[in-house]
T-cell receptor
Framework: QVQLVQSGGEVGKPGASVKVSCKAS????????ISWLRQAPGQRPEWLGW??????????AQKVQGRVSLTTDTSTSTAYMELTSLRSDDTAVYFC??????FGVGSYVLDYWGQGTLVTVSS | EIVLTQSPDTLSLSPGEGATLSCRAS???????VAWFQQRPGQAPRLLIY???SRATGIPDRFSGSGSGTDFTLTISRLEPEDFAVYYC?????????FGQGTKVEIK
């Protein structure tokens, strides 16, 4: 069965960086993309960007562009999100989610999600 | 960016009743690429509906989606105890992908 398993919670100081991993199993990693989202306490999810599992192409939300880096390791079917220059409003649960980057009604749908990783920014 | 506004913010209902949740977009998402998610406390969102009206794998048929253009609806025909949760609409047709603020379905 499809599973996305994320790394454990992180605490980072303002101005520092944090890196979260998302290990995929149960499907062919290179046939899908991975999107990253975050959700602050009591807030709606916020889309951060996505990366193609096939060729590493990326797309980012303007709000975090320049501070978010997305990479993949196809040998281990793992995606990574690094967030730099941490600020207090980056405190949130970060999720990875799978999507199929094709055409038609089923494409770009976030069909499977990781369990979430709490990132806390605190001095 | 496309702003999604959901109504109502909270729906107080009893098990067995039906629920109708609305999502209005500030502009029409490309190809009606609208999804609905259910989120229970402490869990990741769970995909219910995509493409405005297609049910995701394993989702019971009491959940249905409809709409086009700028107005979309999620209908739950008969609420089961596990359906009391927060529901989000999302558009993925135009970057940046955006979510509504959520509708909480609570037990009356």
């Amino acid at each position: 069965q499809v599973q996305l398993v994320q790394s454990g919670g992180e605490v980072g100081k303002p101005g520092a960086s944090v890196k979260v991993s998302c290990k995929a199993s149960g499907y062919t990693f290179t046939n899908y993309g991975i999107s990253w989202l975050r959700q602050a306490p009591g807030q709606r999810p916020e889309w951060l960007g996505w990366i193609s599992g096939y060729n590493g192409d990326t797309k980012f939300a303007q709000k975090v562009q320049g501070r978010v880096s997305l990479t993949t390791d196809t040998s281990t079917s793992t995606a990574y999100m690094e967030l730099t220059s941490l600020r207090s409003d980056d405190t949130a649960v970060y999720f990875c989610a799978r999507f199929f980057p094709g055409f038609g009604v089923g494409s770009y749908v976030l069909d499977y999600w990781g369990q979430g990783t709490l990132v806390t920014v605190s001095s | 960016e496309i702003v999604l506004t959901q109504s109502p913010d909270t729906l107080s209902l009893s098990p067995g009743e039906g629920a109708t949740l609305s999502c209005r977009a500030s502009q029409s998402p490309r190809s009606n690429y609208v999804a609905w998610f259910q989120q229970r406390p402490g869990q990741a969102p769970r995909l219910l509906i995509y493409g405005a009206s297609s049910r995701a794998t394993g989702i019971p048929d009491r959940f249905s989606g409809s709409g086009s253009g700028t107005d979309f609806t999620l209908t739950i025909s008969r609420l089961e105890p596990e359906d009391f949760a927060v529901y989000y609409c999302q558009q993925y047709g135009t970057s940046p992908w955006t979510f509504g603020q959520g509708t909480k379905v609570e037990i009356k």
